[in-house]
């Protein structure tokens, strides 16, 4: 079992720059891939980014590559979401998730199926 908890968001002005992080509360932390999803309002939610057990491979949605950066610490047991240069569409609620590493997670990162354990989430809101 995994218990996670989101923190770092806020509302930032668009081109601005915010970092989330997510605590996890288990001894197994570093078996787990881990991934950040988000949701706006009215919209189902979608993959942002993943980060496997070891800290590579790492991947992006298109919509944020070259401006968010995923990491994690397995000694800390956290895993962080640096976001940069940040845009309206960027505003949602931001989900830590975690997944047990199996040869599938490589492939379907993006599928929140995949993600056993939630967070409960955290506000980011960029204005214009």
């Known amino acids: 079992q995994v218990q996670l908890v989101e923190s770092g968001g806020g509302l930032v002005q668009a081109g601005g720059s915010l970092r989330l992080s997510c605590a996890a509360a288990g001894r197994t932390f570093n078996n787990y891939a881990m991934g950040w999803f988000r949701q706006a309002p009215g919209k189902e939610r979608d993959f942002v980014a993943g980060?496997?057990?070891?800290?590579?491979?790492?991947y992006y949605a298109d919509s944020v590559k070259g401006r968010f950066t995923i990491s994690r610490d397995n000694a800390k047991n956290t895993v962080s979401l640096q976001m940069n240069n940040l845009k309206p569409e960027d505003t949602a609620v931001y989900y830590c998730?975690?997944?047990?590493?199996?040869?599938?997670?490589?492939?379907?990162?993006?599928?929140?199926?995949?993600?056993?354990?939630w967070g409960q989430g955290t506000q980011v809101a960029v204005s214009s």
């Open positions: 980060i496997s057990p070891s800290g590579v491979p790492t």
């Open positions: 998730a975690a997944s047990t590493s199996d040869g599938r997670w490589y492939t379907e990162f993006s599928e929140g199926r995949l993600y056993r354990y």
